[in-house]
């Protein structure tokens, strides 16, 4: 679900290390999660999605893991470079057309 | 261009000001969403607008805040009698066509709204 406060968790990596992030959402109802990134001073930008009958999702380095029965989410950046840096936003929905972002997770890859 | 287009990238206002924002979603996207980011949080999210379909409205937070799309097209955020409260970036997004909430957003870069 979503917390309040003003201080991001943080992940910070080295260069060529594999990230990754995770997410707890709030509603077993959820049938529909996606991952964003957000650079410094720009809108989200959608990275990967994956609905409730799947488990796992891969993309382009990376892949998103998926535990219904903990209502858990991750992200998996493979060999992390530092345009990878960006705070990373996991998102749920399970009707209508609001989708519930979660707090974020700064990102930071050492070079 | 080709992305969604938010103006003004920034505004300053004074307490009880009202205020106005645009966003330009991507041509051809029927959908199109507002949301809110307050610093070091996640997306509220305000309203949204599916074609000729009524809006919903549930996440604006209070009577002060409205919003329409004229044509399908260009959408303006409005909030009126602004408070200190209101500073933060509002987001727009646009997408194809499809299940509410779910495809792929595309976000402009976004209002940062400054509240004195």
């Known amino acids: 679900g979503e917390s309040v406060g003003l201080h991001l968790p943080t992940l910070s990596v080295q260069e060529g290390d594999n990230s990754i992030i995770n997410c707890a959402y709030s509603n077993s109802a959820s049938d529909y999660f996606i991952w964003y990134k957000q650079e410094s001073g720009k809108g989200p930008q959608f990275i990967i999605d994956i609905r409730s009958n799947m488990d796992k999702r891969q993309g382009q380095r990376v892949t998103v893991l998926l535990n219904k029965t903990v209502k858990h989410l991750s992200l998996q950046i493979a060999a992390t470079q530092p345009g990878d840096s960006a705070v990373y936003f996991c998102?749920?929905?399970?009707?209508?057309?609001?989708?519930?972002f979660g707090e974020g997770t700064q990102l930071t890859v050492n070079p | 261009g080709a992305g969604v287009s938010q103006s003004p990238s920034n505004k300053v206002t004074e307490k009880g000001k009202d205020v106005e924002l645009r966003c330009d979603p991507i041509?051809?996207?029927?959908?199109l969403y507002w949301y809110r980011q307050s610093l070091g949080q996640g997306l509220e999210f305000l309203i949204y607008f599916q074609g000729n379909s009524a809006p919903d409205k549930s996440g604006l937070p209070s009577d002060r805040f409205s919003a329409e799309r004229t044509g399908g097209s260009v959408s303006t955020l409005t909030i009126q009698r602004t408070q200190q409260e209101d500073s933060a970036v509002y987001l727009c997004a646009s997408s194809l066509a499809g299940r509410p909430g779910t495809g792929e957003l595309f976000f402009g870069e976004g209002s940062r709204l400054t509240v004195l």
């Open positions: 998102a749920e929905n399970y009707s209508g057309s609001r989708l519930t």
């Open positions: 041509s051809g996207h029927t959908a």
